[in-house]
Structure formats: structure tokens, C-alpha cells
């Protein structure tokens, strides 16, 4: 069946640093593919998403590229900022159903 | 601010009451959704309407009850629930349900089974 495995968190960094947060996945066919943020005390935002092979999904200095090759749909951000603390959600989309990573929690320090 | 609005925000009741959780969206979204999720987990699909008609029950107990009056209104009704029901309970909407398209959620209501 069809599954997303992302990095286990927390993952604790420094304001300006370099972020990556890993994603794989399984899937059949092909699906779309979502990163989403959850701040504290809110639901789930759309951050970014890419439709087909090679596709590049970009927002607010997030990036992530899909890769068939090596199913992946890997979050980086050049230089984050405290504000950009949450939970990060890597999504497919398949058959009209999401399906959620477990989640990667950040936080930034000032 | 969020285009899905939920309320109550927060919701306490106890197992024998019966309550409702109402989900607004006014984007011309043709699919809702509702989703439930526990602390430090992701959401949970409970249920997916399309065009005001129940598509999918993610073999859902029937204690939680959808329905779906208008393309702009998704309600979820709770009855006899158990303390394993409390959590966050989110709603969702998409333009319809092609794999491509986003889902917009509201901020949820945290609901506590006493």
C-alpha cells in the first residue's frame, strides 16, 4: 500500500541555519505530493506541493523537489527563522486520500 | 487567518451527551473532509463527502455521524462517545477530489470526553 516516511524529529537548530527535513515514499501510480505545517494550537497549512516527476514546489523559502527516481520529496530551506518552529506533515495524495508522514517537529533557536 | 472555519473551538462533554461539530467554507470547495488527530500524530480521514455525498467512511464508529446539508456546510455529530474520542478534529475542503488539489483546513476543535 501506499506510505510516506519521514524524519524522526525534534530537530533543533540555529536562526540563519540550513534545514532539511527528509521524505520518502511508496506509492503506485503517480501522486501528488504536499508538504504541510502545523503551528501550535492551529490546523494544518499548505506549504508547498508538487504534481509530477521533477517538479520543484517552493513557498516562503521552502523547497522540495519530486523525485521518482529516488521517491523522495525531501523540505530544505536555505536559512531559517524562529518563527518557521512547527510541525512539518510530508503528504501523497493517491485515490483521493491523503496520506500523512508522522511528522517532524523543529525548533529554532534564537 | 484560515477559509475553514470550526466550532465550538473547544468542546467537553461527557459519554451520554450528544453534541455537534460544525465546518463552514465558502470557496466554492465541492469535496469537505473531516479528520481526527491525537497529540504528536498526524490526522486520521474519518470521512470524505463529494458533492454533499458521502464518498468515503474510513470504517468510522457509528457514534460519529456526518452530514453534509449544503456544498458550504459539513457537520459531524457525536453521540455516546467513549474517552478514546478525545482528541483534535480537524476539517478540510478541496476544489473536488483530483490528487492534485490542496486541502484548506480549519484550526480544528479539541474535544474532551470526561
Known amino acids: 500500500g501506499n506510505s510516506v516516511t519521514q524524519m524522526e524529529g525534534p530537530v533543533t537548530l540555529s536562526e540563519e541555519a540550513f534545514l532539511t527535513i527528509n521524505c520518502t515514499y511508496t506509492?503506485?501510480?503517480?501522486?501528488?505530493l504536499f508538504w504541510y505545517v502545523q503551528y501550535p494550537g492551529e490546523g494544518l497549512q499548505l506549504l508547498l506541493k508538487?504534481?509530477?516527476?521533477?517538479d520543484k514546489g517552493s513557498n516562503k523559502g521552502f523547497e522540495a523537489t519530486y523525485r521518482k527516481e529516488t521517491t523522495s520529496f525531501h523540505l530544505e530551506k536555505g536559512s531559517v527563522q524562529v518563527s518557521d518552529s512547527a510541525v512539518y506533515f510530508c503528504?501523497?495524495?493517491?485515490?483521493?486520500?491523503?496520506?500523512f508522514g508522522s511528522g517532524t517537529r523543529l525548533s529554532i533557536r534564537p | 487567518d484560515t477559509e475553514v472555519t470550526q466550532t465550538p473551538k473547544h468542546l467537553v462533554m461527557g459519554m451520554t451527551n450528544k453534541k455537534s461539530l460544525k465546518c463552514e467554507q465558502h470557496m466554492g470547495h465541492r469535496a469537505m473532509y473531516w479528520y481526527k488527530q491525537k497529540a504528536k500524530k498526524p490526522p486520521e480521514l474519518m470521512f470524505v463527502?463529494?458533492?454533499?455525498?458521502?464518498?468515503i467512511n474510513e470504517s468510522v464508529p457509528s457514534r460519529f455521524s456526518p452530514e453534509c446539508p449544503n456544498s458550504s456546510l459539513l457537520n459531524l455529530h457525536l453521540h455516546a462517545l467513549q474517552p478514546e474520542d478525545s482528541a483534535l478534529y480537524l476539517c478540510?475542503?478541496?476544489?473536488?477530489?483530483?490528487?492534485?488539489?490542496?486541502?484548506?483546513f480549519g484550526d480544528g476543535t479539541r474535544l474532551s470526553i470526561l
Open positions: 506509492a503506485t501510480g503517480y501522486p501528488s
Open positions: 478540510a475542503s478541496s476544489q473536488d477530489r483530483r490528487d492534485n488539489q490542496p486541502q484548506h
Open positions: 503528504a501523497l495524495s493517491s485515490a483521493s486520500k491523503i496520506i
Open positions: 463527502y463529494s458533492y454533499e455525498k458521502l464518498s
Open positions: 508538487a504534481t509530477k516527476a521533477d
